[in-house]
């Protein structure tokens, strides 16, 4: 199976900072990465698919970048909707496969 | 709006199977366009996807669940389930029913709220 690579595992960060998530891949995967947002007691979110497709009533200062085995997931001016974990995903090999997981913290 | 519920026991015994249902409201499951998945967290874990099917009935696991896992549809009740069995502790976790668009290629662009089912005696 391919493994995802997340860091940092937490990120403490301000209403209107810039946020940064990483995610590695253990092998290429072209562009078939996908970032989730995950809420407590709420469904896991689509954000963007093929690393920088953002997904149908997600705002613009989420975007994603990346191809092969390292992506990036930013959000641009953080909001206080935004504090949730994130998760990233491969869609390139059965089975698919979740990184492990990086929270946005209020600082 | 699409929306989908997990449905099922919150507590199962060791051994015994573990038996979950999605219920698919907002549109039809016996639509070709869409693929109709199990994925499952156990606590501070990443996700891990379990297996999927199709409206026809054809499904894909993942090899790691595969000899335990069923997957299958109830289109009268537009519904999926999850049935897995010979369950451990391992095995507790929240399960997530979820929906992938044809031609989205595996990324899930639907999902329930998510079901907590324990493993113990």
């Known amino acids: 199976d391919i493994q995802m690579t997340q860091s940092p595992s937490s990120v403490s960060a301000s209403v209107g900072d810039r946020v940064t998530i990483t995610c590695r891949a253990s092998q290429g995967i072209s562009s078939r990465l996908g970032w989730y947002q995950q809420k407590p007691g709420k469904a896991p979110k689509l954000l963007l698919y093929a690393a920088s497709s953002l997904q149908s009533g997600v705002p613009s200062r989420f975007s994603g970048s990346g191809y092969g085995t390292d992506f990036t997931l930013t959000i641009s001016s953080l909001q206080p909707e935004d504090f949730a974990t994130y998760s990233c995903?491969?869609?390139?090999?059965?089975?698919?496969?979740f990184g492990g997981g990086t929270k946005v913290e209020i600082k | 709006q699409v929306q989908l519920q997990e449905s099922g026991p919150g507590l199962v015994k060791p051994s015994q199977t573990l038996s979950l249902t999605c219920t698919v409201s907002g549109g039809s499951i016996s639509s070709n366009y869409y693929y109709w998945s199990w994925i499952r967290q156990p606590a501070g874990k990443g996700l891990e996807w379990i297996g999927r099917i199709y409206t026809s009935g054809s499904t894909t696991y993942n090899p790691s669940l595969k000899s335990r896992v069923t997957i299958s549809l109830d289109t009268s009740k537009n519904q999926f389930s999850l049935n897995l069995t010979s369950v451990t502790a391992a095995d507790t976790a929240v399960y997530y029913c979820a929906r992938e668009t044809v031609g989205y290629n595996l990324f899930f662009d639907y999902w329930g709220r998510g079901a907590l089912v324990t493993v113990s005696s």
């Open positions: 995903q491969q869609a390139d090999t059965f089975p698919p496969t």
